[in-house]
């Protein structure tokens, strides 16, 4: 079956330590997207990339990295800079059209949810 | 700049009662909008979208959403609630003028009381 898998679903990070969350997808979808999510907050938009080897900052960027070498992958490093990392992540992607990102929803993996010691 | 307000943080209902769900949206040209469930600790799922045509859209578990342009919302419905649809619900918009992103509601939650 196609879809987005996260790993891990649960992480726990001491303070000053930088952390990798996994992302891949076997939908053959162009565009990833990275999201935070914190209660009663919505979803924000960390990085996102339409193509390999390309990525864009989003709303809230900062503490963040991200890398794009692969189609099928998009991991998030959330680094020490991060005053408040502890939080719900949630990766997604889409298709794309014409080049540009699409009107077609997004597919949302299950996330991972990071705690901070 | 797009924007997307939900009324009511959380909703409650009781078992086979209508459920409504109220999402207003901001944008600068024609939008397109979206409805989104999640279930604790889990991704988000597509309900419904409207992107053009018919301005009523129906999704998947019985729920639909109405377009109404002059109103500026996508108000989400369904007739009779079950106790499986207790979740928190998204509505998101997106346009041209931003690219395609996704702009997020703050979330409902709702409650169903048996």
């Known amino acids: 079956d196609g879809g987005i898998t996260q790993s891990p679903k649960y992480l726990f990070r001491k303070e000053g330590q930088n952390v990798t969350l996994s992302c891949e997808q076997n939908?053959?979808?162009?565009?990833m997207y990275w999201y935070r999510q914190d209660p009663g907050q919505g979803l924000r938009l960390i990085y996102y990339?339409?193509?390999?080897?390309?990525?864009q900052k989003g709303d809230i960027a900062e503490g963040y990295s991200v890398s794009r070498e692969k189609k099928e992958s998009f991991p998030l490093t959330v680094t020490s800079a991060q005053k408040n990392p502890t939080a719900f992540y949630l990766c997604?992607?889409?298709?794309?059209?014409?080049?540009?990102?699409?009107?077609?929803?997004?597919?949302f993996g299950p996330g991972t949810r990071l705690t901070v010691l | 700049a797009q924007s997307v307000t939900q009324l009511g943080s959380h909703v409650s209902v009781s078992e086979g009662a209508l459920v409504l769900l109220r999402c207003n949206y901001s944008?600068?040209?024609?939008?397109?909008l979206f409805w989104y469930v999640q279930y604790p600790n889990q991704g988000l799922q597509l309900l419904l979208k409207?992107?053009?045509?018919?301005?009523l859209v129906k999704g998947i578990n019985g729920f639909e959403a109405e377009f109404k342009k002059s109103e500026t919302s996508f108000h989400l419905t369904k007739p009779s609630a079950h106790m499986s649809d207790a979740a928190e619900y998204f509505c998101?918009?997106?346009?041209?003028?931003?690219?395609?992103?996704?702009?997020f509601g703050k979330g409902t939650l709702l409650t169903v009381n048996p």
């Open positions: 997604a992607s889409s298709i794309r059209r014409g080049g540009l990102l699409s009107y077609n929803e997004q597919f």
């Open positions: 998101a918009v997106s346009d041209m003028s931003s690219n395609y992103k996704l702009t």
């Open positions: 990339s339409q193509i390999v080897n390309d990525f």
């Open positions: 409207y992107t053009t045509g018919a301005t």
């Open positions: 939908l053959n979808h162009d565009a």
């Open positions: 944008s600068s040209v024609p939008p397109y």
